[in-house]
């Protein structure tokens, strides 16, 4: 099968740092890819290029784009590369805090209506049409993530785990085909966790592939079809759970000893 | 219920108090005859008068946070919040609407024109301070040079009826999109910049087209500015100065209207919501997939074309513009309004307009003091309501099903 995304030698230099050396991915459709590493080995640098925030040095990402082949989509605007299909989520939380949930998930749904200033103004049928559109998927998501009844809180007025998961609904209004998660189980108590594998595991099933970001080992090694590790800006080992959990070089890298065995 | 604590609090703030006014109040030199006068009266006056104050206002605290403390267990018992439930109401809103509508309609044939004048000018500020709310209070650019679109506007009508004898009605939508044009202009080098940074440059560019306005005299008559530009016409009718001034009252009231109107579909939009977004967090609203330039350069584009228009009802009733009229001052006022009304909030803006206009104007019976009022209200307002008079409220959405 076409991989969905495929990154060769992607390469990206912060003046006189390589911050990410040579980073080879595949992601096949309807894949949970993890990305683990220690901190700092360039996880989220590889996630700023993948969504347009920073322009790689070097590298080609091939995006296959509704079945049309390879689109390179480096150094394209983040705003059109979430057109194209990708739509990430943030290790800090990246909320519009002072905007109700609802319309949170609302902006997600931007870059797939196309109402402009006269229709704002005129309200014309088709405006009409669009913004109830919007309204209803907007609910349908929050309903998803069980946020539906604190739809017209402020997102900033949300606990924690509920941000977390208010940032996947808005990411998944954009109808991505590749969804970014960085983190996403950072600072959830382990009920929460759970949640968010049945929310993530859920996602898959509608078709969509997933590339994560994520420490908590015990959910990357449950969730992934396929892990990559990365150290020092360079992929150090991929391959299934198993593989990647017995892999020396993965061992060196988390625990910094050689002759340890997991 | 003073402690020991407060008094001896109050004590220090006394004697700190004598010692900061000392060389203002005690010392007193007479230059005439090189002496010294000590007026020691003063000190002790000063210090006994902050002792008590302070402790009037330590005691006072005190009193309500328990009374605070007391409402707490009642939810929703803050008046604003109280207020606004009570707004949302159809009973309510729209008797105390018409109200408001029949008192701005009967204005003109109750006061003098003078106080009409004076009105008219609130308004104007009304209709600049929801242009600018578009960008500062939804779209969060810092704009400090919004005058510059306002002299746009002015000097757009100005010199299209002194070159083409264009009227009031033709050149009120071309100044509105000549403005708009500028505001591109003015987006375009800035798209990069935030905070601070487009604060400095948009107070450039306010500057820029004041000195070239000064300047430019082939272009703008300079500093003299142009006079006799003509009132807003009615069908080729001869208005008296009275009546026009009183056309010019109801025209703004209009103008006003289509403002609220316009600027409120706007902000309950597609394109509003990604304005929103873009003042809470723009690299969020970026990889949402909302295109950062284009909603800046609209925000710009749409704070400027109210302005523009705004511009042309400036030059139209005072039937002179100059550049004086169109300085840093101007905009920081504008600013004011916004910022005191309440970013993002209509009905704040409406309010921070009159209030900021108005006040100065009726304060004239104890003119000496007037500004030091002023001044007093806005720092007052800062401190205990810093979100404005009005607080954004976020539109609810129901679902129909």
Aim: glycine residues 8%; proline residues 3%.
């Amino acid at each position: 099968m076409e991989p969905l995304l495929s990154v060769e030698d992607l390469t990206m230099d912060f003046g006189g740092i390589r911050a990410l050396d040579q980073v080879n991915l595949r992601i096949h459709p309807g894949e949970i890819v993890a990305l683990i590493g220690p901190n700092g080995a360039g996880k989220t640098t590889f996630f700023n290029c993948l969504t347009g925030m920073y322009t790689p040095t070097g590298g080609t990402i091939l995006l296959n784009h509704q079945g049309k082949g390879g689109k390179r989509i480096n150094g394209l605007k983040p705003n059109k590369v979430t057109e194209l299909g990708l739509a990430r989520t943030f290790q800090n939380i990246r909320l519009f805090s002072n905007m109700s949930v609802l319309e949170n998930v609302m902006i997600g749904r931007h870059c797939r209506t196309r109402s402009k200033i006269f229709g704002a103004i005129f309200r014309d049928p088709a405006t009409l049409r669009e913004e109830e559109d919007i309204i209803g998927i907007s609910f349908a998501l929050l309903e998803r993530i069980g946020l539906a009844d604190q739809a017209n809180t402020f997102a900033k007025n949300l606990p924690y785990g509920a941000q977390r998961r208010l940032e996947i609904a808005r990411a998944l209004a954009t109808e991505p085909t590749l969804l970014l998660l960085d983190e996403p189980a950072a600072g959830m108590n382990p009920q929460e966790t759970l949640e968010l594998n049945e929310l993530i595991f859920s996602i898959k099933d509608d078709g969509l592939s997933i590339l994560l970001i994520e420490h908590d080992m015990k959910m990357v090694m449950a969730l992934s079809d396929h892990i990559f590790v990365m150290d020092y800006g360079r992929k150090i080992a991929e391959g299934t759970p198993d593989e990647v959990r017995y892999n020396p070089a993965v061992i060196k890298a988390y625990l910094g000893e050689e002759d340890v065995r997991a | 219920m003073l402690t020991a604590k407060d008094v001896r609090q109050a004590l220090l703030i006394g004697l700190w108090f004598m010692f900061l006014t000392f060389p203002l109040l005690v010392i007193k030199v007479n230059t005439i005859e090189d002496t010294i006068i000590w007026r020691w009266n003063n000190m002790f006056i000063i210090g006994g008068v902050c002792f008590v104050a302070t402790l009037a206002l330590r005691s006072g605290r005190r009193l309500l946070v328990q009374k605070k403390q007391e409402d707490a267990s009642l939810k929703n018992s803050r008046l604003s919040s109280r207020i606004r439930t009570h707004l949302h109401h159809k009973m309510v809103y729209l008797p105390l609407l018409s109200l408001v509508l029949l008192f701005f309609i009967l204005f003109p044939t109750q006061f003098s024109t003078y106080q009409t004048t004076i009105m008219t000018t609130a308004l104007m500020y009304v209709v600049l301070g929801l242009g600018l709310n578009i960008v500062v209070g939804v779209a969060g650019l810092l704009d400090l040079g919004y005058v510059a679109f306002y002299a746009v506007g002015a000097y757009s009508y100005a010199l299209l009826n002194l070159h083409f004898g264009l009227g009031f009605w033709t050149v009120l939508p071309v100044a509105g999109l000549l403005a708009a044009l500028f505001g591109v202009l003015l987006g375009f080098p800035v798209l990069r910049l935030r905070g601070d940074y487009l604060a400095i440059v948009t107070l450039g560019f306010g500057e820029i087209i004041r000195m070239v306005l000064e300047n430019w005299s082939e272009f703008s008559h300079g500093p003299s500015g142009i006079s006799n530009i003509p009132r807003p016409g009615l069908f080729g009718l001869d208005l008296s100065l009275n009546q026009s001034i009183i056309y010019t009252y109801y025209l703004m009231m209009l103008m006003v209207a289509f403002t609220i109107f316009v600027v409120n579909r706007l902000q309950n939009s597609r394109i509003g919501r990604a304005w929103f977004a873009l003042r809470e967090d723009d690299i969020a609203c970026q990889a949402m997939g909302i295109d950062k330039t284009r909603t800046k350069l609209t925000a710009f584009a749409l704070g400027a074309f109210w302005a523009g228009m705004a511009g042309v009802f400036f030059a139209a009733q005072n039937t002179y513009v100059s550049p004086k009229s169109f300085t840093f001052l101007e905009s920081a006022i504008i600013l004011c309004v916004v910022v005191l009304g309440g970013m993002g909030s209509i009905i704040g803006i409406i309010l921070g307009a009159l209030i900021l206009i108005l006040l100065p104007e009726y304060l004239r019976a104890i003119s000496d003091y007037r500004m030091l009022v002023f001044g007093a209200t806005l720092v007052l307002m800062m401190i205990f309501r810093p979100q404005g008079i009005i607080s954004t409220v976020r539109r609810t959405y129901t679902l129909k099903r």
